[in-house]
């Protein structure tokens, strides 16, 4: 099959960050830059990685099926990870859980019909100070209210994203000038 | 440093431009205290963060410096893993350390890595952290570029590399040894114990310190001000400061960087602007999900260290204090809980892979009204039953929470069920 050559020059990278000896030990961090790369780890790629790692293809699939984060099916274009869990809940993503289903007339695990969101609940993803929060794709999304949700989504219909909190906002007192 | 609202050591830089860049982060002195550890002996630099009272951020507390002294003399090669899985609901201070100052986590990494002769360095961050992965990815760039990591650092003859170690959606690759499984190229199942640190046996075998984030971004502001300084901003038990990951129902959420020891209604009214609407305080979580729940009357008078909140009756973990006004249902509260942990049983032990399904579906059912009077009483003997019966402390960490939400809140989860 044809890799990428970004993918294997990639690779290489991986593997020097690991001795010589421990080959095995760029499973993990190759399977999560081909499915970047490629969209999701097919079959192809699944053997590509078992024999440039140098291990077993039963092995790959044990590992590729552990992570949630990693898949053997292909995400449509939009990826949107959004938190349900308990500070998200608490500031108030349980409405807005109603509010993205509807926007998108989708539900949890399902995909668009125009192919372009998928839709995926997620157990914290580490902005709980700035809950509500989701990812689109790679990008991050914080403080989400209906109509901030409406902005983001129409910005990715329209292929006008709305820039992603990046980096994340200083909230509380961390980085305050104080009195010395 | 110290002010009436807190003593803001580890994050003073973080709001000023261009701190995540080396040249900007030059200017401000990044590096010079790997300058002066390299000055000092390994051992020496053990000493200072052991008498400084250093803790784990992480969740457990332990002491960093006695950590890094059970490394074995004459085992070798041996690592260091920086802990930047952030992934308990409630936590995410570590994200703003790796986004803001990554070469101060990198500096405290290199120094612990001199103090144990670590030739490597990992640092293991969670898949869904992007643009922090990004960051440091390119701090870590500049910093090899610039002779602070690779082949003879600094010209003293020493040399450690730092390279990113990359999570995929696990919780359970936060568990130390379920980290070093992962790292390892298998899936992040944590290993059975003994050996019990992986100090002495970790990474392919060698031994391996595990540090959280925070812990490692403490270490530089150690050698810089001292031992002695630094545990005077905590408790003579806990030296420094600890951040904070406020969320819930205040006004001001955010993460606050404070001494540790700091009374909990400080960080909640003085810095967190009290409970949102003018609502009354029902309970607060005070060390992430993981942690028991605290009634709004055993919070009173508690103060935010290790010891202190054992004494209450539950533990400070990673310090995440979520804050539960008195519109919030504990049932419901439980069903989001269980649901985190059913989601994230790695599933090698029996009693957590199938008790956390069976909990969020009894949870689940008593929330919906369809709960039948024993469900209660069962829901209290599962948890029993995983709680220490466990390969790691994923079970205890449902198990807990999920006693203590029924025991101080029965009469909520009694007036759902109907027969
Ligand atoms: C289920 C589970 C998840 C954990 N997740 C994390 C985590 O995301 N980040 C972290 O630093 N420690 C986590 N820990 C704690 C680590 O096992 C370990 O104690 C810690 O990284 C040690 O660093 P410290 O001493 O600096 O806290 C977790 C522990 C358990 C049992
Ligand atoms: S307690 Fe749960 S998460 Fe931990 S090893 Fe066992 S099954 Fe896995
Ligand atoms: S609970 Fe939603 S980001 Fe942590």
């Known amino acids: ?180 | 440093m110290t002010s009436s609202n807190g003593t803001r050591l580890l994050s003073r830089n973080f709001a000023l431009p261009g701190q995540a860049n080396l040249d900007t982060a030059l200017k401000r002195g990044a590096y010079e205290m790997l300058k002066r550890a390299l000055k000092m002996k390994p051992e020496e630099v053990t000493t200072v963060v052991k008498a400084s009272g250093l803790r784990g951020h992480g969740g457990a507390g332990f002491s960093a410096g006695m950590k890094w002294g059970f490394v074995p003399k004459d085992v070798f090669p041996r690592y260091v893993c920086v802990n930047a899985d952030e992934s308990e609901p409630g936590t995410c201070k570590d994200r703003l350390i790796l986004e803001y100052d990554p070469h101060l986590l990198i500096e405290g990494a290199l120094i612990c890595a001199w103090a144990v002769q670590a030739e490597r360095i990992y640092i293991y961050v969670r898949g869904e952290y992007f643009y922090p992965t990004r960051i440091v990815q390119r701090a870590i760039d500049e910093a090899r570029a610039k002779g602070f990591v690779g082949e003879n650092i600094l010209g003293s003859g020493w040399s450690c590399h730092v390279h990113l170690g990359t999570g995929a959606g696990q919780y359970i690759c936060g568990e130390e040894t379920g980290l070093i499984e992962s790292l390892e190229g298998k899936k992040g199942w944590p290993r059975l114990k003994p050996p019990f640190y992986p100090a002495a046996v970790g990474l392919w075998g060698k031994p391996t310190i595990v540090n959280n984030v925070e812990t490692l971004a403490f270490v530089p502001r150690i050698i810089e001000i001292g031992a002695e300084k630094f545990l005077s901003y905590g408790t003579p038990k806990a030296g420094g400061p600890t951040l904070f990951s406020l969320s819930g129902s205040v006004n001001r959420p955010g993460v606050y960087e404070l001494p540790t020891g700091v009374p909990l209604k400080t960080l909640i009214y003085d810095c967190g602007g009290g409970i949102k609407d003018g609502r009354r305080l029902k309970a607060v979580i005070p060390g992430g999900s993981s942690s028991h729940i605290l009634t709004a009357e055993e919070c009173e008078n508690l103060k935010m260290d290790f010891e202190s909140v054992v004494a209450a009756g539950s533990m400070l973990g990673s310090a995440a204090v979520m804050v539960i006004d008195e519109t919030v249902s504990i049932p419901r509260l439980m069903v989001w809980m269980t649901r985190f942990y059913a989601h994230e049983s790695c599933g090698q032990c029996t009693p957590c892979r199938e008790g956390t399904g069976w909990l969020l579906r009894l949870a689940t059912r008593i929330l919906e009204g369809r709960g039948r009077r024993r469900d209660l009483d069962d829901l209290y003997e599962l948890a029993e039953n995983i709680d220490g019966k466990t390969i790691c402390a994923l079970g205890q960490a449902v198990a807990w929470p999920t006693k203590s939400y029924i025991t101080k809140f029965r009469h909520e989860f009694e007036a759902l069920i109907q027969e």
Request: overall charge negative; charged content about 25%.
């Open chain 1, 1 to 180: 099959m044809d890799i990428p050559d970004t993918l294997v020059r990639k690779s290489e990278e991986i593997f020097f960050s690991f001795p010589p000896e421990r080959r095995e030990s760029a499973l993990v961090p190759l399977m999560f830059e081909a499915q970047r790369e490629l969209g999701c780890i097919t079959p192809d790629t699944e053997h590509w990685i078992a024999e440039t790692v140098g291990v077993s293809l039963v092995k790959v699939r044990e590992v590729l099926t552990f992570y949630s984060m990693l898949r053997r099916e292909r995400a449509e274009k939009f990826l949107v990870q959004f938190c349900r869990n308990i500070s998200c809940c608490l500031a108030g993503a349980e409405d807005l859980q109603r509010h993205v289903e509807k926007k998108l007339g989708i539900r949890n695990g399902e995909t668009t019909a125009d192919g372009l969101f998928t839709l995926r609940y997620v157990e914290c993803l580490g902005g709980c100070s700035w809950a509500p929060m989701m990812l689109v794709n790679e990008m991050q999304y914080y403080q989400l209210t209906p109509e901030k949700l409406d902005r983001i989504i129409e910005g990715f219909r329209s292929g006008r994203p709305v820039p992603p909190d990046e980096p994340t906002p200083l909230l509380g007192n961390v980085g305050e000038k104080i009195a010395v």
